[in-house]
C-alpha cells in the first residue's frame, strides 16, 4: 500500500511501514519542509497515496470541502513510539475501506470507520 505520512506523524513510524512491504513517503523529509494541509492532501491523492496523519483538518478537507483523497488515518493519542506497530496492523485490516476512499479515526482501544459517501 502506498502511505504519506504526515509531517506530525513520528518519522520512526517510517521504518515500521517500510518493513512491512509499504511504500511509504514521509512530508518531514520534503525538502521544501511542510507545504500546508491542502498540498499535503493534493500530492496523496495525485500518488494514490493513503495519508496517515495526527490532524483532524484532512477530515474537513475532505468530508466539508469534497477535497480528493485516497483514503486518510487519523491517529488520536496513539504514542510514537507505538504509530508504526499501531499502522502495520490498522492498514491491511481496514485496506479496502481505505482504498475506497474511507476515513478511519484510530484510537489506543478502537478504529472509527467513515464509509465514503455513494457516488
Known sequence: MRVLLDSCVWGGAWQALADAGHQVTWVGQWLEGDPGDEAILDHAARARAVLVTLDKDFGELAIVHGRAHAGIV????????????????????????????????????RVRVRRPDPA
Do not use: C, F, K, S
Not at 81 to 100: F, K, S, W, Y
Open 74 to 109: 487519523r491517529l488520536v493519542g496513539i504514542a510514537a513510539r507505538a504509530q508504526g506497530p499501531t499502522l502495520v496492523e490498522i492498514l491491511p485490516a481496514h485496506a479496502a475501506t481505505l482504498d475506497a476512499g474511507g476515513i478511519l479515526t484510530v484510537y489506543r482501544d
